[in-house]
């Protein structure tokens, strides 16, 4: 691998820091100090401006605007696209000494710190001001997003004059007027601002996004003292200036909590007037909010960390990074807000455009299904209650059933590249995928039998529409491009037909067991999609027929037809300059060649890898590790975990390091666009599938735990059958125990062990 | 094939012959009348306006408008299209008598007839206007394009009271307020126009494009009596409204002329001002010029017809179709505008934006070769002026040498499809094939030391760059599109490499020839050029090893790698209602299959037809074929001329009715869009290679006549080696002269003969 990290951070097991502010990586400081908690996100933006790069990025979760395409284009082409839309600033500040305006690209200033407390979700930031005036006064801020109480945010700013007493200035409000970076233009339609003076300065101020038509109703509660107090009027904003007085060696503290009311696309207007109006007659003061939501948010986080902790001992930076990892993925995505999917950059930036891909349930559902199975659920649901929208694509598509977006805000195909959009069929077996990883771990039949059959039936009917018999009578897929996006336009890829197969199968087995034990759910479900059972001699007749490239006397999987046969690239004689390719490279020179951008053959391995031998797996990973140039940062782990189950232990330590601290330490040099959520789910999954060694697609869930050499040890945590499971493993030692009463079964090391609150050892195979 | 004729047009030897209007075929109309004589063009419109569906179209070669791309995108990509840009309505004619203007779609009206002379090149249109105050007039438009001084064109209407005496209303002027269907706007900055007032009225606007800032001075002079004039005052127009009187049966005539002086993009401002004073200053009449450009372009039709004619006894459809196809040609190109190209509808049209194709070289040239040296020349050194363009293209690329675009105006790829733009190879090899086929017939060693060994250096070394060897040592191209626009991103296209591998032999040749012969010409075109002779080495290992997927036993050339694996579409199972596919399926449905557009393998064995056994073209025709849905309207002429050759009559004959008529009869039904001006081409080749056996590539120039049997006889033209020789057949016999003095050795069935003014006579065979 040709990426390098770019140290930046300070390495502490619980907290992340930056010390002294270089404005070279404000962007991507503003990434890592993002705060979110599924509901909305913001970027560590500076609360009080900044003349500097930047990015001022709040962003609430189902609130999209969408580009107008200008002309029709071919059939199944998607001519716009939805993105999650930059909105209101609610840390608005401005502060002014002296007729200067505090902005750390042109004042001066010393002992900058920030940072984010993982332990606790707060971020702060402080730093000595000193003005050009001569003045100098400690400046701290603090904020942090509730996770109780998801529409609110605070933010508490500290002053305190060192060496002089005087007047100050301070604008705190609103702010609706930021420019959408990727459009380039502001996207709200804002009634005028409303300010309510009392114990509490109130101020809302209602947006419409322009075209999407959707609204956030943001307000705030200001706390502060003040001597006079002056109405900004600006278009898209609502704000006070207050003028104040600073005395010496004295804070001056102003606390603001703010309310954000959304009105989504499956949202009830009516509901909506409600809530704001019911916001406006709240009578909790900000500060009292204030504490008592930093309260339940530490409360919050600790119920986080005993459940879902791992540690990694000799080891800060691993430690912070899988820390970091986990803190980011409860951000973006806990199961609080129904109906809506994780964008591949959480709430942190609009690269992606806050478009949920396939890595939702390919990447990101493992981590809900061992902590959170509520959470779990949701995500699921969201593909039923888009289902429309994909019956839709496959129409357009000329496919019947069901065929999910690659991207999406809506349900609706928002990927206007047709090459992605009309080709890739991994979003699509990715669903009937997450049900059965759903299914096989829960058991929730009621899941099954109310939404899953129905997608299960809808996609295999797809499947057995977008692909063909060739003239030996063998089913496979034309023209995809499978999870290696740098194989483009190709026939019968390993990962496309593997995964239809086992589609088909597993939906033939469900419509089976539910039509023999539940026949009135089946026959609800049947009537409701107008099922034919002799559909289902169709999809036995394919999945019989399946074309899968398989050479048993090398044991590999051949890519996809052809692939063996390509000119073959040597990965690492690409300069690091060239790096990211798609900027660098000819647009089709990327796919001449054998290089390959992710894992496919060996992503469906992984998903799937009890089902093969180790032999097998040794010779593919073999062959595919070196033609891949992991341009996809959800690449590393997977080859980190196939390669503890290779015993190849300093690969996968590699492979490793890259996954926790992708963007801690920037290793594709893009962090300053945002968090690469989904990789940071793979992050998670590297540590308890690869050195964990958990296993969860075969008969029993189960574990053989490696350690890598410079590790003192390590532990993980899972929740399974209801159960909190932690791991321990040291240098010789594995200790398994439940945390609280459950017993549960696991098997570790290949035999079969009850586990329970006493615990149970074992040695480090 | 699955389409079928529309027939709405008089069959007539010389004519074609519109009885009566039927709206619904206006357009289609409007392209059919279309005149041209390379430097402007306008569509068979109504002169006085008309407000059922038209297209107004007035073009001129060269002059193009450009859209601006929003945002950047892929390295490679064209973010911007050229397009030759809809202008001056110069036939701009208003009519009115009591209050009703004249307007075919709202007035009622009789024995409509329109008609054009290809004689001649005088298109004609008249009937009887019934007014709804209950007059009738005799109403007659005619027009013609000046095809030797090309800047002018000519309108005469001819008004016959028929019954009545009384005041009619006429405006004429010029107007450059239409809009660019494509862009939905108009594209042009006008100044305030002048008219003055003489013995005709002239009047002149300017006109400049607003992107590109090209540039079309037109001017006219009227001549009509009148009573009074009024100055029509609107944007973008300049018109006089003239108040005459009719007297009963007596014509009332008004003449019109114009001059449009164009600046091009490789035009001087300083000439083009001066012209356009000059223009202003010209003292002929309206009248007098009138008669004397309609005596030229009479002479000027009438020596086209003497040298390049074809005809078609017993089969006056036929007769009909391939007199209209030389008449597009001629009007398209002649040789007349340096520096120009071919647009895939001439100037007939918006679609494909004037853009010009591989299919220059590959479909038009052998008829300019064998009719018009010049021009053909002047085809060539249009890529010669416009290498610099495709040196950067090849740069964007990142290959070496040249990359010529697959679809331009200015020389600038303006195709941003990139699937076609950046996979399509045979633009290039197509200026490697023009160059060959040019030298071979006129043996012009100044072109080639001049430009063309100059360009073939910079395709070869672009040739040797966008391949790759496989793990084998074998040399192909990876992620193309060959001529069959049905396989989009295919590895080791047969046609691709086939003519790489020519364009690297040939180049070898020349260079080896010339730097013998002239060696201060080679050094010449070596220095500019930076040419290392370490360069050829490596041409010839790659040529050398240049995959060709041919089977010996089978003696089929395979598509590409992989194509007889793809699933099999039986294309006669497509239902009409289907087309155009990219129109009414799913755009990645289109390439999942072995259906094909177009000819591939089958087109590269028919540029070298000599090459291949009877055998091998007999058992490719029959496999390619069937596969084969005509999607291109280039595509029957080569199934015809191959059939030909493998005595397949009927095949031959079918597929050449489509040809010769693809307009008149609407096969495609979008003649309303443009002529099919490249497929005309493919027309005359029909004729000429198919039924004449003409075969231009191999030693001797050589024919082998054969007759279609419901066929009198046939006979057609060809300039070669100065001469023009006439070849007549009938039932029996083959009857061979030169027309004058000249004498010419011809290959004639396989037999060496000499061919003087006295004739040759052989029978059928």
Redesign the interface.
């Known amino acids: 691998m040709a990426k390098v990290a770019d140290k930046y951070f300070k390495a502490d097991e619980w907290k992340v820091i930056e010390e002294g502010f270089n404005p070279d990586y404000g962007e991507v400081s503003e990434s890592i100090f993002s705060l979110g908690n599924e509901y909305l996100g913001a970027r560590g933006y500076f609360d009080e401006g900044y003349s500097g790069s930047k990015l001022i990025g709040s962003y609430f979760n189902g609130i999209y605007e969408m580009t107008k395409p200008e002309y029709g284009h ?4 998607a001519d716009f696209t939805e993105f999650m839309v930059n909105s209101v600033d609610w840390l608005y500040t401005r502060i002014e000494i002296d007729g200067e305006q505090l902005d750390l690209a042109t004042s001066e200033f010393e002992d900058f710190v920030r940072e984010i407390d993982m332990k606790t979700g707060i971020l702060t930031r402080s730093f000595v001001w000193k003005t050009k005036s001569g003045k100098r006064l400690a400046v701290k801020f603090e904020r942090f997003v509730s996770m109780t109480q998801v529409k609110r945010t605070t933010q508490k700013i500290t002053i305190k004059p060192i060496g002089f007493s005087g007047e100050i200035y301070i604008t705190s409000g609103l702010d609706f007027s930021q420019i959408h970076r990727n459009e380039r233009k502001n996207l709200w339609d804002c009634k005028p601002g409303t300010i309510e003076k009392g114990e509490d300065i109130f101020m809302g101020i209602d947006g419409t996004t322009i075209n999407t038509k959707l609204k956030v109703y943001s307000s705030c509660k200001v706390n502060a003292e003040y001597e006079s107090l002056e109405e900004v009027n600006e278009e898209k904003i609502v704000a006070v200036k207050l003028k104040a007085n600073l005395e010496d060696g004295k804070d001056y503290v102003l606390t603001k909590v703010t309310n954000n009311v959304t009105l989504r696309d499956d949202g009830d207007l009516a509901v909506y007037d409600k809530e704001v109006e019911a916001v406006k007659s709240e009578t909790e003061t900000a500060c009292t909010l204030y504490d008592k939501l930093e309260k339940e948010n530490i409360d919050w986080w600790k119920k986080v960390w005993d459940s879902s902790d791992i540690t990694i001992a000799n080891d800060p930076e691993n430690q912070q990074g899988i820390r970091f990892c986990i803190f980011q993925m409860y951000q973006t995505y806990h199961g609080a807000v129904e109906g809506t999917n994780i964008g591949a950059k959480g709430l942190t930036g609009e690269a992606y455009n806050g478009n949920a891909f396939w890595d939702t349930e390919t990447y990101c559902l493992p981590f809900f299904i061992f902590n959170n199975q509520e959470a779990a659920r949701n995500l699921l649901y969201f593909r039923y209650k888009t289902l429309d929208e994909a019956r839709k694509r496959a129409e ?4 019947k059933g069901a065929f999910y977006p690659i991207a999406t805000i809506s349900g609706r195909e928002c990927c206007n590249l ?2 992605h959009a ?2 890739q069929l991994q979003a699509s077996t990715a669903v009937a995928y997450g049900v059965w990883f759903y299914e096989k771990m829960f058991d929730d039949k009621d899941f099954l039998k109310k939404y899953g059959l129905e997608m299960l039936i809808e996609i295999s009917r797809m499947l057995a529409t977008r692909g ?4 030996e009578g063998k089913y496979g897929y ?2 995809v491009m499978g999870p290696d996006e740098f194989q ?2 190709v ?1 019968n890829n390993s990962y496309t037909n593997y995964m239809a197969k086992f589609t088909l199968e597993y939906t033939l087995d469900k419509i089976n067991e539910i039509k023999s034990e539940d026949p009135d759910a089946y026959k609800k479900v049947a009537e409701k999609v107008a099922f034919d059972e002799s559909e289902m001699d169709t999809w036995k007749n394919i999945k019989d027929n399946m074309i899968l490239l398989y050479d048993d006397k090398t044991k590999l999987f051949e890519q996809h ?2 692939f063996f ?4 690239l040597d990965v690492d004689s690409i300069p690091i300059s060239d790096f990211p390719l ?8 990327i ?3 054998d290089m390959i951008k992710q894992p496919d053959v060996l992503m469906f391995m992984l998903l799937f890898i009890s089902k093969f031998s180790q032999e097998q797996l040794k010779a593919n990973y073999e062959y595919y590790e070196p033609c891949c140039i992991h341009e996809s940062s959800l690449s590393p782990s997977v080859h980190s975990i196939l390669a503890s189950q290779l015993k190849k232990d300093d690969e996968a330590y590699d492979f490793f390091g890259f996954a926790t601290r992708l963007d801690l330490d920037n290793y594709n040099r893009n962090t300053n666009q945002g968090i690469h959520t989904t990789s940071i789910a793979a992050a998670w999954m590297n540590i308890v599938y690869g050195f964990g060694g958990l296993r969860s697609d075969g008969e029993k869930l189960s574990v053989a735990p490696s350690i890598p050499k410079n590790w003192g040890g390590y532990s993980f945590n899972i929740s399974y059958k209801g159960v909190v499971i932690e791991i321990k493993v040291d240098k010789e030692n594995v200790y398994i125990k439940t945390k609280g009463d459950g017993v549960v079964e696991l098997n570790v090391y290949g035999k079969n062990v009850e586990i329970n609150s006493e615990g149970y050892k074992c040695e480090v195979e």
């Open positions: 071919y059939k199944g082409i357009v598509l000329d496919c047709w090459q009309s080709l063909d018999f060739n003239r034309y023209c483009m336009m026939h037809d052809g046969k390509l000119p073959h798609y900027d660098n490279w000819s647009y089709d020179r796919y001449r060649n």
